[in-house]
């Protein structure tokens, strides 16, 4: 059938539910797409040096000349037909060096930042929501659950529209002086302006920079959340975590992370994952709000499922390769 380029075969095999298995329908559906691949004609690339080959649909008869005498072999058993879906992958994922690299972005970094930005989102939920959620009493549990998705899903939003520009626009920063932009950055990327698919940090993709470190502003506010369990209402603790992050926590990365301008950058501070920018303002403002709030009426501590924080703890554990060894923005030495 395959010699003959019959494609009504394998959806008339599929419609009949011949392969009850889904695995095998799975790969019967690969030895189609590999059977399509013959006909189809190849995207020539620049950096493949394959330019002008292949500009032609090679007819299924000519492909298959040189294994006409295996394809009877080929396609009587699953084996035969997982040896179409290897194919299949090393056929389609044949173009994959076009995109290697476009306009100074580096596949393997862009790579890297990428699972490094679930790793982080990953530490605020489930991992820190799931470690505080285990401390608390029962009663309180999901309040706490719910506190950190609340802050996930707000941060989210005032980064996109205005903290990404507060932390890190350039505007109006001039090395050695000092004015307002030494303090917090400008207007000029609200609602991501001007950040397009062209736009480029280093060597990945200004979007992906602004998504790697939204997942450090949200994780900020989060650390918090311990400090004020079974303390402050879940109003309270919105309120308190919008007011701080503007208060706080975007002057701070601006500062730190803001580049040459920027008031604490020009001082020679170094942070390389968010010792200063995260760590130090989280717990300050804990203190704080801590100490306004006063002692607590029952200072027992009531674990509500220590389990939770067991598994809460190890989501954290994981999670920290992404935050720092993101932070070298880069899939290479300084990164392991």
């Not at 005498?69 to 699953?78: A, G, H, M």
């Not at 027992?300 to 499922?305: K, M, P, S």
Request: net charge positive; hydrophobic share 50%.
């Amino acid at each position: 059938r395959l010699e003959q380029g019959h494609f009504s075969y394998y959806a008339m095999v599929l419609a009949q539910k011949r392969f009850r298995s889904p695995l095998a329908a799975l790969l019967l559906l690969s030895a189609l797409l590999a059977h399509v691949s013959f006909c189809v004609p190849k995207a020539t690339s620049p950096h493949s040096g394959l330019t002008g080959q292949r500009s032609k649909a090679i007819p299924v008869t000519t492909a298959l000349s040189a294994s006409e005498q295996e394809v009877p072999k080929v396609t009587r058993s699953l084996f035969g037909k997982l040896k179409f879906a290897a194919l299949a992958t090393a056929l389609l994922g044949g173009s994959a060096p076009a995109l290697a690299s476009t306009g100074g972005v580096v596949a393997a970094d862009t790579a890297w930042i990428l699972t490094s930005s679930a790793l982080v989102l990953f530490m605020t939920i489930p991992g820190l929501s799931a470690f505080y959620g285990g401390l608390v009493k029962r009663k309180n549990m999901l309040s706490v659950l719910m506190q950190c998705f609340a802050i996930t899903c707000m941060m989210t939003l005032v980064w996109m529209v205005c903290g990404y520009s507060l932390s890190f626009s350039s505007v109006g920063m001039v090395e050695g002086a000092r004015g307002l932009h030494s303090f917090i950055g400008g207007m000029d990327k609200f609602f991501l302006n001007g950040i397009g698919m062209a736009s480029v940090n280093g060597t990945i993709p200004e979007a992906l920079w602004c998504i790697y470190q939204m997942t450090f502003a949200i994780i900020t506010p989060a650390l918090m959340v311990g400090s004020l369990v079974e303390r402050m209402k879940f109003n309270a603790v919105m309120w308190y975590s919008l007011l701080w992050v503007f208060a706080v926590y975007f002057p701070a990365c601006h500062m730190v992370w803001g580049g040459p301008g920027a008031l604490l950058n020009d001082l020679g501070v170094i942070d390389f994952a968010g010792g200063i920018v995260v760590h130090i303002t989280a717990g300050v403002g804990a203190l704080v709000a801590s100490k306004m709030l006063g002692p607590r009426k029952d200072n027992r501590l009531v674990a509500g499922n220590l389990v939770l924080t067991v598994i809460g703890t190890g989501m954290l554990w994981c999670g920290w390769f992404g935050f720092n060894g993101g932070s070298a923005v880069a899939a290479g030495s300084e990164a392991a």
